[in-house]
């Protein structure tokens, strides 16, 4: 069993209105040294494959084909071994 830890975020030439949000709310708050935030998305997906390899090639795909817009979207991921 693997678990993938997913970060999914909005490319950085895409106006991000929410990150701007909270980034005014704690520059309100006197965190003045933010410079800039953006927000994203974690995913972790349990798959139960026998090695790393087909885990990553099922998180990569389910990245591209539903969990991530590829138009507007980055996204990274890395696996790890579950204990379970």
Known sequence: MYIARILI????????P?????????????YE???????????????EEQDESA???IADEACKKLLANS???DYSFEIIKSGE
Do not use: C, N, P, W
């Open 71 to 73: 138009v507007m979207e």
């Open 9 to 16: 975020t909005l490319r950085k030439t895409i106006l991000d």
């Open 18 to 30: 929410q990150g701007k949000a909270v980034e005014h709310s704690l520059k309100s708050l006197g």
């Open 33 to 47: 040294s933010i410079k800039d935030t953006r927000i994203g998305k974690y995913i972790e997906l349990k798959i």
């Open 55 to 57: 885990a990553k090639k």
